[in-house]
């Protein structure tokens, strides 16, 4: 009997015992590869079983705050290819950060685990990568092709982006006893702009760094406005962000911790018996604030517990008969 290809259109002749075998619910091929032709066809785009339509990337195409971010993620961690954007991270590190993007465009967690500490997450979306290449800074290809940031983004929006950026190539370090960030990349234009955002000097070199309370300030700018954060980074960053230089002296050192001077007038923290559980501490200079109505009082010294260990501060039970209460430290 005769058929027709359902890729083709020509017209063949087939055995009656072999249609059934030949004719699937696209219909019937005159050859094997027609048979491939015609299922590639079918099961094109979002056909194809194993395709993720992703569902909402307004957050991105609007540059909220948190679209910004996830540029930034894209521009240090993605890979950028003709139709699809992968976004690489170690998705427990980071306290499932892929995850919490996948739900958002995707509506389910649909990051896969690559190898050891490697995660990726696919954006299947051509318009997406149109975005990309349309905000500049970005090509098709490998990361080493980034020029610098996308020009389009607002001030506000471009610390957001950084935020994102600095979550994939950046990292913390408390070193010499000062917070320090940096950001590493082999893109020299991009480290130059950074490198201004942040108002420090660019020596060419593939690392930009801040240090001190600059480097907490330039966190605090770009995490201000976006919920999407790598957890780890935050984190260290929230527990340091009380960090102030100590002055330059002697440190002295007793069972438990030790401690240094601010001030000549500052006395050090005593026990009065040696079977108490704990040291006194002493004001050294107390002053009124009016806007609180409260006394604040200074001890003018700083005291850092050993290693695993940590202080409880509570005042005397002889101190409400002075007529105070302490209310904090």
């Known amino acids: ?184 990349s082999n893109s020299s234009g991009i480290l130059s702009d950074i490198a201004e955002m942040w108002g420090v000097n660019y020596n060419g070199k593939n690392k930009i760094y801040a240090s001190g309370k600059k480097a907490l300030d330039i966190c605090g700018k770009m995490y201000a406005n976006v919920s999407l954060k790598h957890t780890k980074k935050y984190t260290y960053f929230m527990d340091i962000l009380n960090w102030s230089p100590l002055p330059s002296g002697k440190w002295y050192h007793t069972n438990h911790f030790k401690w240094k001077r601010f001030d000549k007038k500052s006395m050090a923290p005593q026990k009065k018996r040696v079977t108490d559980s704990g040291y006194d501490i002493f004001a050294a200079s107390i002053e009124y604030d009016e806007a609180t109505d409260l006394y604040v009082a200074d001890t003018k010294i700083a005291v850092e517990p050993l290693p695993g260990w940590y202080f409880d501060m509570v005042g005397r039970s002889s101190l409400p008969k002075s007529g105070f209460m302490f209310v904090g430290g």
């Not at 083709?8 to 015992?17: A, E, R």
Request: with cysteine; hydrophobic share 35%; net charge neutral.
């Open 1 to 184: 009997m005769e058929a027709r290809c359902e890729n083709c259109g020509k017209m063949f002749y087939v055995k009656p015992s072999r249609i059934k075998r030949l004719k699937t619910d696209m219909g019937a091929c005159c050859s094997v590869e027609c048979s491939a032709s015609l299922k590639a066809k079918h099961y094109m785009g979002e056909s194809n079983p194993n395709y993720r339509y992703a569902k909402s990337l307004d957050f991105i195409y609007d540059l909220t705050h948190d679209g910004a971010y996830v540029l930034g993620l894209i521009y240090s961690d993605g890979h950028v290819k003709e139709t699809t954007v992968e976004i690489y991270q170690d998705n427990v590190r980071s306290g499932y950060l892929l995850s919490r993007i996948s739900n958002i465009i995707y509506g389910e967690d649909i990051v896969k685990h690559l190898r050891d500490d490697v995660h990726v997450l696919t954006i299947n979306d051509k318009a997406l990568v149109e975005f990309l290449l349309g905000l500049g800074g970005i090509n098709v290809g490998r990361k080493s092709e980034f020029v610098g940031l996308p020009k389009i983004l607002s001030e506000d929006k471009l610390w957001s982006f950084l935020a994102g950026y600095f979550d994939g190539d950046g990292g913390f370090k408390y070193n010499y006893r000062y917070p320090e960030i940096s950001v590493t």
